[in-house]
């Protein structure tokens, strides 16, 4: 079973920059997708990015493009997610979650498994 830790986020004012982590306990990029997702209170989940398993193709939510990149270290086992420009609207709980096969951030249910979050706030 595939366990995953998110780790970096915290308080950063407008306009300033987090890399979030998200390392997995078992990864074998062949297989998994991981997706990014967000939870704002009182919302439901939103999906952010994702990045296929194998060639590695990339997908961001239209609020977070250009400003998100997501990324993969194999070696590491590790999916990081540069966060730039950050606005107030980004403030939420940030979670990680992988599936076998192709990513897609239309719901974090499409996904097997996912990590307990890392809470990220932008405010001045």
């Known amino acids: 079973q595939v366990q995953l830790a998110e780790s970096g986020g915290g308080l950063v004012q407008p306009g300033g920059s987090l890399r979030l982590s998200c390392a997995a306990s078992?990864?074998?990029?062949?297989?998994?997708?991981i997706g990014w997702f967000r939870q704002a209170p009182g919302t439901e989940h939103e999906g952010v990015s994702c990045?296929?398993?194998?060639?590695?193709?990339?997908f961001y939510a239209d609020s977070v493009k250009g400003r998100f990149t997501i990324s993969r270290d194999n070696a590491k086992s590790t999916v990081y997610l540069q966060m730039n420009s950050l606005k107030t609207e980004d403030t939420a709980v940030y979670y990680c979650?992988?599936?076998?096969?192709?990513?897609?951030?239309?719901?974090?249910?499409?996904?097997?498994?996912w990590g307990q979050g890392t809470q990220v706030t932008v405010s001045s």
């Open positions: 078992e990864f074998t990029a062949d297989y998994y997708a």
């Open positions: 979650a992988a599936r076998v096969g192709t990513c897609s951030i239309v719901s974090i249910t499409a996904y097997d498994y």
């Open positions: 990045i296929s398993s194998g060639n590695g193709r990339t």
